[in-house]
T-cell receptor, first 115, second 114 residues
């Protein structure tokens, strides 16, 4: 069965530091991969997505992610974190190419940013 | 484009009562999804519609849960005889059927069952 693992439940960084959030997936075919961000009490906002092509994808708010098929990973990165980036981050996988009927989410990583 | 909207944003109810939530998708989107998110977890798929047809239901969707999308526009999710375990955030998302579709989420309805 498809699954998504986010190994880090909680990460704390200082403002201005670099960030990498890990995501590993288990999927039998080429996946569609997503990163969403959720602020407290809010819905999910799409940061970026990977469907095919260039394995390094750029998203909003200065985030990027790299798809590594050999490692079944899709890690999210940002070179310099801002205090407003404090939120919960979810990695998700779609079930099949051209068919994102349902997304399978990881359990999320909560990011805390210290000034 | 006003995004996906959900009402109410918060609902407190007593165990055994029925509740209904509404989702209005992005206007040109013909797919609509419901997810449930409990504390400390990622969203879990419940069901989805393409136009007015309900195409898939998760085993999480017990017979106390029913979802409709009667005219292929807004959708309602009803929970009958609520239980404390139903307390969660209920998220709605919509997408088009175009290639490389993306699901866009609403703000969610937070349900607390006392």
């Amino acid at each position: 069965a498809q699954s998504v693992t986010q190994p880090d439940i909680h990460i704390t960084v200082s403002e201005g530091a670099s960030l990498e959030l890990r995501c590993n997936y288990s999927y039998g075919a080429t996946p569609y991969l997503f990163w969403y961000v959720q602020s407290p009490g809010q819905g999910l906002q799409l940061l970026l997505k990977y469907f095919s092509g260039d394995t390094l994808v750029q998203g909003i708010k200065g985030f990027e992610a790299e798809f590594k098929r050999s490692q079944s990973s899709f890690n999210l990165r940002k070179p310099s974190v801002h205090w407003s980036d404090a939120a919960e981050y979810f990695c998700a996988v779609g079930p099949a190419p051209y068919n994102t009927d349902k997304l399978i989410f990881g359990t999320g990583t909560r990011l805390q940013v210290f000034p | 484009d006003t995004g996906v909207s959900q009402n109410p944003r918060h609902k407190i109810t007593k165990r055994g009562q029925n509740v209904t939530f509404r989702c209005d998708p992005i206007s040109e989107h013909n797919r609509l999804y419901w997810y449930r998110q409990t504390l400390g977890q990622g969203p879990e798929f419940l069901t989805y519609f393409q136009n007015e047809a309900q195409l898939e239901k998760s085993r999480l969707l017990s017979d106390r849960f029913s979802a409709e999308r009667p005219k292929g526009s807004f959708s309602t999710l009803e929970i009958q005889r609520t239980e404390q375990g139903d307390s969660a955030m209920y998220l709605c998302a919509s997408s088009s059927t175009a290639i490389q579709e993306t699901q866009y989420f609403g703000p969610g309805t937070r349900l607390l069952v006392l």
